[in-house]
């Protein structure tokens, strides 16, 4: 039996200094495609061949989507949990992971639950996380956000849209949008006040203040603007959400000002060719109201989003609109955001990196075909990841394809089962002659 090993009995793993505790680092990233010994000629699928954003290399094209916790402590710090989970993903090599929503602003949580980065202490509670990505030489993003009328609600995994008020730590009198609307008429969120013009100066700076204390005390390679699923800065360019008659609502222009100026902010806090930025949005709205959001709207903030150096656009939709059908009442021939993905990547071309999420682990053949035919540039996937940490490996196993795995873990992937087999057999001889 040979040990196809990159490390050999006498090489000493190399001790991380990225954590102040002992952790072996990998010689080569966890997720690296991994030459086959009996056909070094195989070439990688695209899927897992590196992804180059700005002056990062993206070790595969398979991202852990952003997705709320609900598990941060009472002042919106992240806790060992926080590590725990996030950890089971860097360990196990995916392109990117991308830490959940994340609050800007003192009242921009979801759920008084939700992960704050409003002060340096909560950025430093963040700092582990992402030095553990570090040792493992894994890239980390946050995704920065401020709920709009969807703040203060209870954590999902208690109730879908559930207000939760100050007795469990809610603030329904300081939730605010552009326009005083709420995300249903009678239902159980906030009926939002109308921002001044003035918060909302104020939280556009939240936004780059955020975005400075997690590069410069967490130490995040990318920031991720949230500017879908209904939250602020989607209620602002959606016509349903905003019926402001200022300067930030109105015209298309007007309408997507308040994204603009968050990435302005933003880029006069960080330096976007050492951090890139990535934007999710909801291109289309998946509402009834002709009027909507819809994906010829998302063409034209995908333009903005260029000029502004924005490194990748990903891809979701709805969240933004009560009367939204359920999704499993939809029928798709591919997964649901797909046809968009591909609409808007034929629209930017190579200006701009797209990436889809949305139902892309149920069949990893074909979305490594998405995007080896350049219908997309990067998956994200979310649910897959939360049955399944170890989920690039399981696409790897689907596509015939080897990966570089944490040190550590290596025995899970190796010996292959041909190989247990006959360990077994020569053990099972071995036992036998005695
Ligand atoms: C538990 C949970 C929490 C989520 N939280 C967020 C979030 O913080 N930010 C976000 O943009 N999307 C969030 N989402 C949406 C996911 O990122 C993803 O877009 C969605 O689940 C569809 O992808 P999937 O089919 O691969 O799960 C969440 C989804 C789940 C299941």
Redesign the pocket.
């Known amino acids: 039996m040979t040990i196809p090993k990159e490390v050999t009995s006498s090489d000493e793993a190399t001790d991380s200094n990225a954590v102040p505790y002992y952790v072996p680092e990998p010689p080569v990233k966890a997720g690296t495609f991994k030459e086959n010994e009996s056909d070094p000629n195989k070439p990688a699928p695209t899927i897992f061949k590196p992804l180059k954003v700005g002056p990062l290399t993206l070790q595969n094209r398979i991202g852990v989507?952003?997705?709320?916790q609900y598990s941060a402590d009472n002042e919106f710090k992240a806790t060992p949990y926080h590590l725990i989970h996030y950890g089971s993903f860097l360990t196990r090599g995916p392109g990117i992971t991308v830490v959940?929503?994340t609050s800007v602003s003192e009242y921009g949580g979801l759920s008084p639950h939700d992960l704050g980065i409003w002060t340096d202490d909560q950025a430093k509670s963040l700092k582990p996380i992402v030095d553990y990505a570090h040792s493992q030489k894994q890239l980390i993003s946050i995704?920065l956000?401020h709920g709009g009328r969807k703040a203060s609600g209870q954590p999902?995994f208690l109730h879908l849209e559930q207000l939760a008020d100050e007795s469990v730590g809610g603030w329904p009198d300081k939730v605010k949008a552009p326009s005083a609307i709420p995300f249903r008429p009678h239902g159980n969120l906030a009926t939002p006040k109308e921002l001044t013009i003035k918060e909302i100066k104020q939280i556009i700076e939240d936004f780059g203040d955020a975005a400075k204390r997690a590069v410069e005390i967490s130490g995040f390679d990318v920031i991720s603007l949230?500017a879908?699923?209904g939250y602020l800065a989607n209620e602002f360019y959606s016509p349903i959400a905003n019926k402001r008659t200022d300067e930030y609502g109105g015209s298309f222009e007007n309408r997507t000002r308040f994204l603009s100026e968050v990435i302005d902010n933003v880029k006069s806090k960080i330096d976007i060719t050492k951090i890139p930025i990535f934007v999710?949005i909801s291109a289309k709205e998946n509402s009834p109201d002709p009027e909507s959001w819809n994906i010829e709207d998302s063409k034209k903030l995908a333009d903005i989003l260029i000029e502004k150096g924005v490194s990748l656009l990903d891809i979701?939709s709805g969240g933004n609109d009560y009367r939204q059908p359920p999704r499993s009442g939809i029928k798709h021939t591919e997964p649901i955001h797909v046809p968009l993905a591909r609409e808007i990547k034929q629209h930017v071309g190579d200006k701009l990196l797209v990436s889809c999420?949305?139902?892309?682990?149920a069949n990893p053949e074909q979305t490594a075909k998405f995007i080896e035919d350049g219908v997309f540039d990067f998956a994200?996937?979310?649910?897959?990841f939360?049955r399944d940490p170890g989920l690039v490996w399981s696409f790897a196993d689907k596509l015939g394809v080897r990966l570089y795995q944490a040190l550590q873990l290596g025995w899970g992937f190796w010996p292959n089962k041909q190989q247990i087999i006959d360990l077994i057999e020569r053990t099972e001889n071995l036992s036998t002659k005695d």
């Open positions: 989507s952003p997705m709320c959940e929503s995704q956000n999902m949230h879908a699923h999710r979701s999420v949305g139902g892309l682990e994200f996937i979310g649910r897959g939360l």
